[in-house]
Nanobody
Framework: QVQLVESGGGLVQAGGSLKLACAASGRTFNNYCMGWIRQAPGKEREFVAA???????FYGDSVRGRFTISRDNAKNTVYLQMNSLKPEDTAVYYC?????????????????WGQGTQVTVSS
């Protein structure tokens, strides 16, 4: 089992950048595939990005080229660097983990979730 705690959210102007971090507990972090999923008010959860245990990366169409996911196994942490932010990126961002790494671009595939961190992009 793994516990996840996100940090780094906040308010930023359109065009700006933020870096989210997700700290994981547990000695088996290396085995987990990690993802970021977001949810805006009144909308469905949306897959943002994922990184496999071997550091392969995957991105949703709306963020590809602007966001970068990475992991530091020595620190049990996964990051989401968000550049060129847009107002439509406003959402609660959740860090999630799964051992079922065959399907990473579906929010339903993740078993462990953090509490979420709010990202607000003003126009």
């Amino acid at each position: 089992q793994v516990q996840l705690v996100e940090s780094g959210g906040g308010l930023v102007q359109a065009g700006g950048s933020l870096k989210l971090a997700c700290a994981a507990s547990g000695r088996t972090f290396n085995n987990y595939c990690m993802g970021w999923i977001r949810q805006a008010p009144g909308k469905e959860r949306e897959f943002v990005a994922a990184v496999s245990w071997s550091s392969s990366t995957f991105y949703g169409d709306s963020v590809r080229g602007r966001f970068t996911i990475s992991r530091d196994n020595a620190k049990n942490t996964v990051y989401l660097q968000m550049n060129s932010l847009k107002p439509e990126d406003t959402a609660v961002y959740y860090c999630a983990a799964t051992l079922r790494c065959a399907i990473l671009m579906s929010a339903e595939n993740y078993d462990y979730w953090g509490q979420g961190t709010q990202v607000t992009v003003s126009s």
